[in-house]
C-alpha cells in the first residue's frame, strides 16, 4: 500500500530540507550553474564542493546511511523525502556509482573492515568509484563474462577487460566482476572483488560516446593481483551480490521529478515561442506535451510506490526493474518530443542555440538509457518471470 501523507516527524523533517535549501542553495545557485557549464563529466567543481561540505556537515550525503560512516542514520522514508526535495529545488543531489551503488552494497554484503575502509571516504568525495561489470562479449548476458580471477597465496590475480566503464579513466576503487571457477555454472562461477585502480597492471582507454562526451571507457588487467580481503562477499557467489548492487541501481526514486521538470521546461519554451516553435502541427505539440506530463506523473507513482515497500521491510526486485524501464524509455520519449518542438532548432547544440542547445545533446545521449544499467529486454524479463509468474521462454 502508499501512503501519499507525511506522518508529523516526516513532515516536519520536509520542513527541515526545504529551509536548508533555501538558506544555503539559494545562494550559491548561480554560481553552481556556471562552474557546472564549464566542467567536464565527473568534475565536481568548486561551488559543488562547497555544497557538498555543508551536506556532509549534517549526514546528507547519504542520509540514511549508518551514523559511523558519515550518514545520519534516518529512516528510508526521509531518504526519499531529502531527494525528493533536492530534485524539487534543483539542487545537486550526492549520487553516482559510489553514493547510488558501492555503498549500499557494502552496507549490505560488505564486511566490517571493508565499511571502516571505504565508507567515509566515499561521502566525504575523496574515493571516486566505477563498475566493472560489461565485457566485449558479456553484456546482456552478463554472467558468461570471461575476465578471470585465479588464487595465488593470499592473493587473487586478474586478467582480461570490462568496457563501458563509467568514469574508469577518474576513478580510484572499481567494484569488480571476475571467474573464479570456468567449471561451474556460469552464475556460480564468479566472484565480486573491490580493486584498487592504481594497482599495476589496471590500464584504462577512452571511448567518446556519439554525444561526443567521454563519459565511458576500456579497462584492461594484465596480472592484477587484488589481496584475498578484497573479495566482496563470498568466493563464486559474486553473482548474487552483483544482482543487489543492479537493484540499487535500478530504483532511481529521484528521476521522476527531473523528467517533469525537464517537460515543464519545454512547455514553457513552446509557450515563449509561438511563432517559431516547430513545424509540427501545433495540436500534435499540446498533445505530445500532455502526455509527456502524465507519464512522469506515472514514473513518481513507480517511485512512491518502490519507497513505501522499503519503508514496510520489503526489497524491490521488479518493481525496481519496472521503475528503471519506465524512466528510461519515457526520457528518451521527452526528448525526442523536445527536439521536435524546437523544430531545426532542436538539431544544434551549444550555449548560443536555445536552452543551451541541452535537448539536441541530450536526445543523442538518451539513446544508451535503454542499454546502460541492463537493457530494456532484461527489464521486461524480470518482470515477467519474477513479477508476473511466467515461464522462462
Known sequence: MVDFHDNTEEAEFRGVVRSFIRDEFQPRRTKMREEA????????????????????????????????????????????????EMAEARAPRPGGIAIGMVGPTLITIGTDEQQEEHLPPILSGDAIWCQGYSE????????????????????????????????AHKSDWMIL??????????????????????????STRPLVNMAGTHEFNEVFFEDVRIPQHNVLGEVNRGWY????????????????????????????????????????DKRETQLALTDRYIETQTAR?????????????LIPNHEASMAKLFAMELNQRIQSTAVKVLGLHGQLQGKDAPRRGRHAYAFIRSIANTIEGGTSEIQRNIIATRGLGLPRG
Not at 566482476?177 to 589496471?202: N, Q
Not at 548492487?245 to 530504483?251: I, N, P, V
Open 177 to 202: 566482476l571476475a571467474r573464479t571457477d570456468p567449471d561451474a555454472p556460469k552464475h556460480r562461477g564468479i566472484t565480486y572483488f573491490v580493486l584498487d585502480m592504481h594497482s599495476p597492471g589496471v
Open 136 to 167: 566485449p562479449g558479456s553484456g546482456s548476458d552478463l554472467a558468461s563474462l570471461q575476465t578471470r580471477a585465479v588464487k595465488d597465496g593470499d592473493d587473487f590475480v586478474i586478467n582480461g577487460q570490462k568496457i563501458w566503464t563509467s568514469g
Open 37 to 84: 557549464r564549464a566542467a567536464q563529466a565527473f568534475d565536481r567543481p568548486p561551488a559543488q564542493r562547497e555544497w557538498e561540505k555543508q551536506l556532509a556537515n549534517r549526514g546528507w550525503i547519504a542520509p540514511a546511511w549508518p551514523k559511523q560512516y558519515g550518514g545520519a542514520g534516518l529512516p528510508v522514508m526521509q531518504q526519499f523525502i531529502f531527494n525528493e
Open 301 to 313: 507513482m513507480i517511485s512512491y510506490r518502490i519507497v513505501s515497500m522499503q519503508n514496510q521491510g
Open 241 to 280: 551480490g552483483a544482482v543487489t548492487t543492479l537493484d540499487f541501481e535500478r530504483s532511481s526514486i529521484g528521476s521522476a521529478v527531473g523528467m517533469q521538470q525537464s517537460v515543464e521546461d519545454i512547455i514553457r519554451y513552446a509557450k515563449d515561442n509561438r511563432g517559431g516553435v516547430s513545424t509540427v
